[in-house]
């Protein structure tokens, strides 16, 4: 069964450094998805991107953030400044629609030392 | 904004009874209601959709159901196994919206 994947599965990082998460969606999606997970704590939305660009995105996706699809099947994640803040679980995820069922990938477990 | 919650943080139950989590939300209803399963270190995993036109939905021994009178949705597990322990969250979907807006989560334990 097709699946996400995502690497790596877990990045340590000084503050202060740029990290890249990636990600490969399942490969006839076309909505592509980045929540994060800190420890104890709910799944929060961070963008969405379609048609090559960000659908929408919430409060915590600042300017430090951003994503790029840099070829056909990769999804990327980019933290210009990490914080330790930053440190939590990152999931992408994939749909085939919009209102379809959003399927995650295993998540790069984030700390920021 | 939408608010979401499970009713309790922890659900203990004996193998092979039925498993009843809750998931009820403020506000508008959503288009769209999911339940997925999360193990500790591991990423969320699909389990039901049922849509704002829905009232239940079944798949093997998992039953959803979706009232929006009540704002609410429940989500059943019969014959629990204790391979059925995990940590299971209600996610809501609103109308022109892409993200998924997560409860907290129900840890279910299922002893043996």
Partial sequence: ?113 | SQKIEQNSEALNIQEGKTATLTCNYTNYSPAYLQWYRQDPGRGPVFLLLIRENEKEKRKERLKVTFDTTLKQSLFHITASQPADSATYLCALQMDSSYKLIFGSGTRLLVRP
């Fill in chain 1, 1 to 113: 069964e097709p699946e996400v994947t995502q690497t790596p599965s877990h990045q340590v990082t000084q503050m202060g450094q740029e990290v890249i998460l990636r990600c490969v969606p399942i490969s006839n999606h076309l909505y592509f998805y980045w929540y994060r997970q800190i420890l104890g704590q709910k799944v929060e939305f961070l963008v969405s991107f379609y048609n090559n660009e960000i659908s929408e995105k919430s409060e915590i996706f600042d300017d430090q953030f951003s994503v790029e699809r840099p070829d056909g099947s990769n999804f990327t994640l980019k933290i210009r400044s990490t914080k330790l803040e930053d440190s939590a679980m990152y999931f992408c995820a994939s749909s085939g629609l919009a209102t379809d069922t959003q399927y995650f990938g295993p998540g790069t477990r984030l700390t920021v030392l």
